[in-house]
């Protein structure tokens, strides 16, 4: 089946503007992660999905950054304002249930370059 | 909250020679320890994973042990190829289901 994809690959954006990266995960994952990596560094937890609700949102940096899964399938990351220091990959994980008992499974992340 | 250290930030080995990377956690209550592989331009693929009530565990060429008393946890490569070549991430859960990363080892298997 399919994999996590997520849209779009690569974006650019002038400072100030706002984004939004959608994440389309596995069919039938529950778990959603969305991580920040910078380069040269390891993916940064931001925030974590159970179903539609928002389990764990201690990793967004501030409150320009808000996420949303609305129906439980689909996730959207929401930057407001952005800055350059916003720029790196943006990654999604999906898996059946928390990551502590399930795989996770990447997507191939959004390079959002902030100019 | 949890914190992963990892090292080396880059090792190089001879192609056939083993290489490990080690790990420490701070977060006594962190039950399980994935490791991941990320070539370049691609996405992080789990490779192992340990959980707390093992201390050793192995997959082929690679194997991963865990010391709970002293919080480390190592990865162990043998009889490395060129396609091992990769940065590889060492992670743990912080208690509450997220997973915190390592910030990484660059592996370079010399020919």
């Known amino acids: 089946g399919a994999g996590v994809s997520q849209t779009p690959s690569n974006k650019v954006t002038e400072k100030g503007k706002y984004v939004e990266l959608r994440c389309d995960p596995i069919s039938g994952h529950t778990a959603l992660y969305w991580y920040r990596q910078s380069l040269g560094q390891g993916p940064e937890f931001l925030i974590y999905f159970q179903g539609t609700g928002a389990a764990d949102d201690s990793g967004l940096p501030n409150d320009r950054f808000f996420a949303v899964r609305p129906e439980g399938s689909v996730s959207t990351l929401k930057i407001q304002r952005t800055e350059r220091g916003d720029s790196a990959v943006y990654l999604c994980?999906?898996?059946?249930?928390?990551?502590?008992?399930?795989?996770?499974?990447f997507g191939p992340g959004t390079r959002l370059t902030v100019t | 909250g949890e914190n992963v250290e990892q090292h080396p930030s880059t090792l190089s080995v001879q192609e056939g020679d083993s290489a490990v990377i080690k790990c420490t956690y701070s977060?006594?209550?962190?039950?399980?320890f994935p490791w991941y592989k990320q070539e370049l331009g691609k996405r992080p693929q789990l490779i192992i994973d340990i959980r707390s009530n093992v201390g050793e565990k192995k997959d082929q060429r690679i194997a991963v042990t865990l010391n709970k008393t002293a919080k480390h946890f190592s990865l162990h490569i043998t009889e490395t190829q060129p396609e091992d070549s990769a940065v590889y991430f060492c992670?743990?859960?912080?208690?509450?289901?997220?997973?915190?990363f390592g910030k990484g080892t660059r592996l370079h298997i010399l020919p």
């Open positions: 992670a743990a859960t912080d208690g509450d289901d997220k997973i915190i």
């Open positions: 977060d006594s209550a962190s039950n399980y």
């Open positions: 994980a999906s898996s059946l249930g928390t990551a502590t008992t399930y795989e996770q499974y």
